[in-house]
């Protein structure tokens, strides 16, 4: 996996976080022992495109700043939080089937669901830990421009570089019947559905989707294995 890496974790990390992190959050924090933040989440199905961002990025942040040193000093906390508030808001399978492309159409049943859950704890362990340095004054939401009749929206923000350069990131979402779910990420122009697309198709080609499949849950092992022993992990997407 190449493609992705340019755009940097700690981008890719807060965009995804941004993107995905409304609702949930309480819940997470209670299965860790971690305190949960002032306020509840607004239940997702009753917001819009803008709101999902908006509401999602306060949240997260506002954990991330009152328990950044539990978090760094705990990657086990950090993984399940961001696994329970991230996930929840995005769907999962559309963003799979985009990646995966024609391979899904020849996907049987199991190997879907086996991809869908090795991918996105991939996402997880390779972007989670970065969030961990992120603030809220590096993210700022830009006015919305879609049709509340919508059934697609593009909520366009900016997020800072550490060197203080403002990068452009838009997030896709569309509705469904449960409500507005993101399933893409855009930064400087570049899908990361698209890119990872492009990686994985080279892949499959080569190998065949299983072979893919064992590889992401081999890696996603080996990463938990790591954490759990406090050694760092492939860093391989």
């Not at 961001?82 to 089937?97: E, G, H, I, M, R």
């Given at each position: 996996?190449?493609?992705?890496r340019?755009?940097g974790r700690?981008?890719?990390a807060?965009?995804?976080?941004?993107?995905?992190?409304a609702?949930g959050?309480?819940?997470a924090?209670?299965?860790?022992?971690?305190?949960?933040?002032?306020?509840?989440?607004?239940?997702?199905?009753?917001?819009?495109?803008?709101q999902i961002?908006?509401?999602?990025?306060?949240r997260?942040?506002?954990e991330?700043?009152?328990h950044r040193?539990?978090?760094a000093k705990d990657p086990?906390?950090?993984?399940?939080?961001v696994?329970?508030?991230?996930?929840?808001?995005?769907?999962t399978?559309?963003a799979?089937?985009?990646?995966?492309?024609?391979?899904?159409?020849t996907a049987?049943?199991?190997?879907?669901t086996?991809?869908?859950?090795?991918?996105?704890?991939s996402?997880?362990?390779n972007?989670?830990?970065?969030?961990?340095?992120?603030?809220a004054?590096r993210f700022?939401i830009l006015?919305?421009?879609?049709?509340p009749n919508?059934?697609?929206?593009?909520?366009?923000?900016?997020v800072?570089?550490?060197?203080?350069?403002?990068?452009?990131?838009?997030?896709?979402?569309?509705?469904?019947?449960?409500?507005?779910?993101?399933w893409d990420?855009?930064?400087?122009g570049?899908?990361?559905v698209?890119?990872?697309?492009?990686?994985?198709?080279?892949?499959?080609?080569?190998k065949?989707?299983?072979?893919?499949?064992?590889?992401?849950?081999?890696?996603?092992?080996?990463?938990?294995?790591?954490?759990?022993?406090?050694?760092?992990g492939?860093?391989k997407?």
């Amino acid at each position: 996996m190449t493609s992705h890496r340019p755009l940097g974790r700690a981008l890719i990390a807060a965009a995804l976080a941004a993107a995905l992190g409304a609702g949930g959050i309480t819940d997470a924090l209670a299965a860790t022992g971690a305190p949960a933040p002032t306020g509840a989440a607004a239940p997702a199905a009753t917001l819009g495109p803008e709101q999902i961002v908006a509401d999602s990025a306060q949240r997260m942040l506002t954990e991330l700043s009152a328990h950044r040193s539990m978090y760094a000093k705990d990657p086990a906390k950090l993984d399940h939080l961001v696994a329970t508030v991230l996930l929840p808001n995005f769907d999962t399978n559309y963003a799979a089937q985009l990646v995966l492309g024609p391979a899904w159409r020849t996907a049987t049943p199991q190997q879907r669901t086996q991809f869908v859950s090795a991918f996105y704890h991939s996402l997880l362990h390779n972007y989670g830990a970065a969030l961990v340095d992120f603030t809220a004054n590096r993210f700022k939401i830009l006015p919305y421009r879609g049709s509340p009749n919508a059934t697609e929206a593009t909520v366009r923000t900016t997020v800072m570089r550490e060197n203080g350069e403002k990068v452009p990131v838009d997030f896709r979402l569309h509705r469904t019947t449960d409500g507005w779910k993101a399933w893409d990420v855009v930064i400087e122009g570049i899908s990361y559905v698209q890119s990872f697309r492009t990686d994985f198709a080279s892949e499959i080609d080569q190998k065949g989707l299983q072979e893919v499949i064992e590889r992401l849950e081999r890696q996603n092992a080996s990463t938990v294995k790591n954490a759990a022993a406090g050694r760092p992990g492939d860093g391989k997407g």
